[in-house]
């Protein structure tokens, strides 16, 4: 039986749930919400609440967006046939902080990753495959991560790509081996954007 009651005990197993949260973590959190006001808990109730009803995915380039397409796939002034594919949402973050990148972006949600069971179809990437077979887009930029992931997941891409007629190229290496780009400063992602290579 657990030491807390009930209702403490629950908000403690799905604080866990969250990314680099552990029990320690979680217990700090739900005490710090228990002794919030009303008004603050309930904001935080409703902000979660708003954060499933009111988002969802593009269903261009599954971006996470309030308006389906996205700000990216409607915007006048980016080029649609030059598109960059990222892992997650938040990679889009770091290109766009290069201020200099103009295209649109897809998003695959996640890597291969055959020891989680990850597979090509658990990735987001039909709907790139057809937009590349219909010939709406000139080239590809393989912007995931150079881990060995992200790596498997561009190598994977470009070979599923290759029957279509489009450009396909992968950023340079200038972001450190290994790392995740979402981390890489502004100056790095600049330089692995202009440094990209055909494959
Ligand atoms: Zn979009």
């Known amino acids: 039986m657990s030491r807390y009651a009930e209702p403490m005990a629950r908000l403690i197993e799905e604080l866990k749930k969250l990314p680099g949260v552990g029990t320690r973590s979680a217990q700090r959190f739900a005490f710090h919400l228990l002794r919030a006001s009303d008004a603050d808990a309930q904001a935080l109730a409703d902000a979660l609440l708003a954060l499933k009803a009111g988002l969802r995915l593009c269903s261009i380039c599954n971006n996470v967006t309030d308006v ?24 889009i973050a770091s290109i766009e902080r290069t201020r200099s990148y103009q295209g649109v972006y897809h998003v695959l949600h996640g890597t291969l990753s055959p020891l989680h069971g990850v597979g090509p179809d658990q990735l987001r990437a039909g709907n790139l495959l057809s937009r590349a077979a219909l010939g709406e887009i000139d080239e590809i930029i393989l912007a995931t991560s150079p881990t060995l992931e992200g790596e498997a997941t561009a190598t994977w891409l470009a070979n599923a790509l290759r029957p279509h007629s489009v450009r396909i190229t992968r950023i340079a290496t ?10 890489a400063d502004e100056v790095t992602m600049s330089r692995a954007m202009d440094n990209r290579r055909d494959v």
């Open 174 to 183: 200038g972001v450190p081996a290994g790392s995740d780009i979402e981390y």
């Open 68 to 91: 389906d397409p996205c700000a990216y796939c409607t915007s006048a002034t980016r080029n649609p046939r030059l598109v960059c594919v990222v892992e997650e949402p938040t990679s």
